[in-house]
């Protein structure tokens, strides 16, 4: 079993920032299930997580709706942030590839 790291940073560029100060980062893994193969993202706390989602699905050469994120056995929601889910730094977001048969 091969396993590799990436390490990414997701930043959300917002036009309008309210905040003076740089955004929190906190450091997650990607990993998934089958090869074992992993990817570290930094992401603010504040960050949608369809940013994540949609920076893994672009490096693996995938279609957005043929993943899901798995984070404490719930499936992740795009609009959902580090913050709202309680992350710390270093958890470990699951990735399970939905096995279309069509």
Request: aromatic residues 4%.
């Amino acid at each position: 079993m091969v396993s590799s790291s990436t390490t990414i940073s997701v930043s959300c560029a917002s036009k309008k920032s309210r905040s003076p100060t740089p955004q929190k980062k906190i450091t997650v893994k990607v990993k998934t299930q089958q090869g074992g193969e992993e990817d570290v993202y930094k992401i603010g706390y504040g960050t949608h997580l369809s940013k994540l989602m949609e920076a893994y699905c672009t490096k693996r050469n995938l279609e957005e709706g043929t993943v899901r994120f798995i984070f404490g056995n719930k499936q992740l929601k795009p609009r959902s942030t580090p913050t709202q889910l309680k992350m710390e730094e270093g958890d470990v977001i699951d990735i399970v590839t939905d096995q279309d048969g069509a």
